[in-house]
């Protein structure tokens, strides 16, 4: 006999209906619970601080806020100038947490309106293809030339699966390789869409798919786009090109 098991209400604002969509993106997860104390610290000042001053405010090591302070920096959530002096001695180093990195995000419930919005036209499959397409042309740097055989062909068509993978890495799908004969096998560890692709994989994963066949195209067409297969697992696509027949 199952029972079902309530806990208790979220307190989450971000939360809007259960298994509804979020209403606005989570924080950043790189950031651990000192690194945020220090980055609270520059958001609640009204002026840039110095080391000094914000190991003071939180009660760290010097060294150990400096280095929070860095990563702050590294990561574009604050800046880093060197202060300004009129009189003698070494100028300090001061901080200021970046503006547009303090507000919410609400990028994932934005994408659930967009995928619904596509989801209520005719022929979604087809749109979403198209739509990944065009996008995919766009995004190629350096598109291959066309018309070669042999050897070069061979290596326009490495070259172009690479180049897929790398834009798989950039957009955060963590892609790996494999190949057997003509057929290589791009396993997408991380869906970066995943929440909104659970619930619209029609329209998310036709935009893949269609990006796939609009990159590889656009690099010569030496290599086509096969399938692409959401979610065989709850963390795992399987996107799978091929090398194109010789003309």
């Given amino acids: 006999m199952s029972r079902s098991v309530h806990g208790p209400p979220s307190d989450d604002p971000r939360g809007s209906r259960a298994g509804g969509p979020l209403l ?13 104390i220090v980055l609270q610290c520059l958001r ?19 060294n150990t806020a400096r280095f929070h302070l860095d990563a702050l920096s590294a990561d574009a959530l604050a800046t880093r100038t060197i202060e300004t002096r009129l009189t003698r001695g070494r100028p300090r180093v001061l901080y200021a947490a970046r503006t547009e ?6 990028y994932g419930l934005l994408a659930e309106m967009l995928a619904d ?7 979604v499959h087809q749109k979403a293809v ?6 995919g042309r766009t995004i190629v740097q350096h598109p291959s030339s066309q018309g070669a055989t042999g050897a070069d062909r061979a ?4 070259r172009a699966v690479h180049a897929l993978q790398q834009i798989f890495e950039d957009i955060g799908f963590q892609p790996e390789l494999s190949t057997v004969g003509t057929t290589t096998t791009l396993m997408l560890r991380h869906c970066p869409f995943r929440e909104v692709a659970t619930r ?10 269609g990006m796939m066949q609009g990159v590889l195209a656009e690099l010569g067409g030496a290599v086509v786009a096969e399938s692409l297969d959401p979610l065989v697992t709850p963390r795992l696509c399987v996107a799978r090109v091929h090398t194109a027949s010789t003309p």
């Fill in 200 to 209: 619209h994989p029609t329209v998310v994963c036709g935009v893949h798919l």
């Fill in 117 to 123: 919005m596509a989801a209520a036209s005719g022929d």
């Fill in 155 to 158: 290596a326009e068509a490495d």
């Fill in 44 to 62: 609640q000042s009204p002026e840039a601080l110095g080391v000094a001053e914000v190991a003071a405010l939180t009660q760290l090591h010097p």
């Fill in 24 to 36: 606005s993106d989570p924080p950043s997860p790189r950031l651990g619970s000192r690194r945020r």
């Fill in 101 to 106: 990195a303090m507000g919410q995000r609400s």
């Fill in 130 to 135: 198209a739509t990944g397409h065009s996008w």
